[in-house]
């Protein structure tokens, strides 16, 4: 009888061992590097944060698709490992094949102290941004990492700021991104000018200027025959909470899209701007993304 109870705990002990190694293999670790890019266009260096999936460089031939990941206001390239756990979500959708290999790009383009630092995603005086992301960014990341190089490789999506950044790219560059999933995106804005002209130089002042002035609602309304045949080559999604105080913006974007017969997906789901709201997003967001990549 002894000698069966022992048994059967070494048969236990393997099993659990067996267990063990292959949630392993399932939900295999990537790695995540933080890379400072000296920019000329900006004049400064950007701090970047970049996903690599598990058994990345094994093989040099390989070339990943690659997703342009955006943070919102307030944050920078950390908030999506850090706060959001995006390696950790897309460690286990890889795993489990809901998601492919691929390497997640995610630029800093802001700073907490939104009225000293400026922050958005767009050109303003002194801080061409989508120039650096468009002309700098992306084609020194893509070769360094090998990913992307061409629309069926490269997707895009963010929150908030991110968000809408990520809306306004596609709809200007439809011609580089399979995708755009936007969550709680800021689309528009209706901008007060300030009665103390010092109040003008305050970069929240500019950043809300430059969303207002990259109206993604006013982008459909004036977008002509061949805008619009442009726009129907990108897979697009809208995901917002049902408490959101963006929720209106996201609700109108997605109706204007659908009245110009530009096929859009929209998810309302119960949730707040926060957290909670963009970290169960990435579930949605990501196999999204692995559906819409192609050779």
Do not use: W
């Given at each position: 009888m002894h000698f069966r109870n022992r048994l059967l705990i070494m048969k236990r002990i393997i099993l659990a061992i067996c267990l063990l190694l292959s949630a392993g293999v399932l939900f295999a670790r990537s790695r995540v590097v933080t890379e400072s890019f000296p920019s000329e266009v900006l004049g400064r260096n950007v701090s970047v944060n970049v996903y690599l999936p598990d058994g990345y460089g094994e093989l040099a031939?390989?070339?990943?698709?690659?997703?342009?990941?955006?943070h919102g206001l307030y944050g920078t390239h950390l908030n999506w490992v850090e706060t959001?756990?995006?390696?950790?979500?897309?460690?286990?959708?890889?795993?489990?094949?809901?998601?492919a290999k691929m390497?997640?790009?995610?630029?800093?383009?802001?700073?907490?102290?939104?009225?000293?630092?400026?922050?958005?995603?767009?050109?303003?005086?002194?801080?061409?941004?989508?120039?650096?992301?468009?002309?700098?960014?992306?084609?020194?990341?893509e070769a360094k990492y090998r990913c992307g190089g061409s629309k069926g490789m490269r997707a895009i999506s963010g929150l908030s700021m991110g968000g809408g950044g990520?809306?306004?790219?596609?709809?200007?560059?439809?011609?580089?991104?399979?995708?755009?999933?936007?969550?709680?995106a800021w689309l528009d804005q209706q901008v007060k000018e300030p009665e103390d002209p010092k109040d003008r130089e305050d970069k929240f002042y500019l950043t809300s200027v430059s969303v207002r002035d990259h109206s993604?609602?006013?982008?459909?309304?004036?977008?002509?025959?061949a805008t619009v045949?442009?726009?129907k080559g990108v897979k697009w999604f809208v995901d917002c909470g049902d408490d959101d105080y963006l929720l209106r913006l996201n609700v109108d974007f997605y109706f204007k899209m659908r009245a110009k017969g530009i096929p859009c997906e929209l998810r309302v789901r119960n949730g707040i701007h926060n957290w909670e709201y963009w970290h169960t997003a990435l579930r949605l967001s990501l196999p999204f993304a692995s559906r819409n990549f192609s050779r």
């Open positions: 031939a390989t070339t990943y698709p690659v997703l342009y990941l955006l959001g756990g995006l390696d950790l979500v897309l460690d286990e959708l890889i795993g489990t094949g809901e998601a390497v997640v790009i995610m630029p800093c383009a802001g700073d907490p102290d939104i009225h000293a630092v400026q922050n958005g995603y767009f050109n303003v005086p002194g801080t061409p941004y989508e120039d650096f992301f468009f002309g700098e960014l992306m084609p020194a990341f990520s809306v306004v790219y596609a709809q200007r560059h439809p011609d580089m991104f399979s995708s755009c999933y936007a969550m709680s993604a609602l006013k982008f459909v309304d004036e977008a002509d025959d045949a442009a726009l």
